[in-house]
């Protein structure tokens, strides 16, 4: 059995998880539950859990307060959120899964899947979760992406361009390396579009600064400074020229 802890200060919301954990996942045991950071701090000094479920805002202080208190972190993490934009992108470029009161059940379904697939350590990916949280006024310059064997954190900034093959994603880097992830290209382009990276097509994302040329032929293409070319959409065509020119 995987064995969870839940730490939130709402009776109701541990109660209604526990019935959801109960009834979509049979093969997780809740071992322990608390109502803020104290109580959360003392429980995880004596039980060592595989996941825990972590409310942000408690009575008395954060569940990042929590974090911050443990030597390590060796167990998986969910947090669960109000709808906090902000958070929720830091979230996403860590990497790290979140529920949004109240909980969807197929979004805890869908959570837990990565769980069982992806049962690594937290350590790289909350260092990167705090780290955006506490620099919100600047961009992200980092990236965490779930490769099959391991989680890699990426500069952004040696990101070439992605492509997508359905529910898969590919990231090309200045060095020459490939990262295959299982996510959508739609998923990075809403985290990187305000990053200098622009969908030139559907299954295409670039980094607008590592462009050499565009040329006509052939329906239009793009030549990236790796070599790679990469088609440009009809509909897109106009807007790439535009942005090309003000390089």
């Known amino acids: 059995m995987i064995k969870a802890l839940i730490i939130d200060d709402l009776e109701q919301a541990r109660t209604t998880l526990k019935k959801d954990l109960s009834i979509y996942a049979k093969d997780i045991e809740v071992i322990g539950e608390a109502e803020g950071v104290v109580s959360g701090a003392k429980l995880l000094r004596t039980v060592q859990p595989d996941i825990l479920f972590l409310d942000i805002q408690m009575q008395d202080g954060s569940g990042f307060d929590l974090l911050d208190i443990l030597p390590e972190i060796n167990f998986k993490i969910i947090f669960i959120t109000a709808s906090d934009a902000h958070a929720i992108k830091a979230f996403r470029y860590a990497a790290i899964d979140y529920l949004v009161k109240p909980v969807d059940p197929d979004d805890l379904k869908a959570a837990l899947q990565r769980f069982r697939e992806n049962y690594l350590n937290e350590d790289a990916k909350y260092k990167l979760l705090s780290d955006s949280l506490k620099n919100s006024e600047r961009p992200t310059k980092r990236l965490a992406l779930h490769a099959q064997d391991k989680i ?12 997508s093959h359905i529910n898969y994603t590919t990231f090309f880097f200045i060095d020459g390396a490939r990262i295959v992830v299982t996510r959508t290209l739609k998923d990075f382009d809403d985290l990187l579009s305000d990053q200098g990276f622009y969908r030139v097509h559907q299954s295409h994302l670039v980094n607008m ?34 942005m090309i020119g003000a390089l």
């Open 209 to 242: 600064k590592y462009i050499r040329e565009f040329i006509k032929g052939d329906g239009g293409y793009l030549l990236m400074t790796d070599q790679s070319e990469v088609p440009v959409s009809v509909r897109k065509r106009s807007v790439v020229l535009e």
């Open 152 to 163: 890699n954190i990426v500069n952004i900034d040696e990101i070439v361009r992605c492509e």
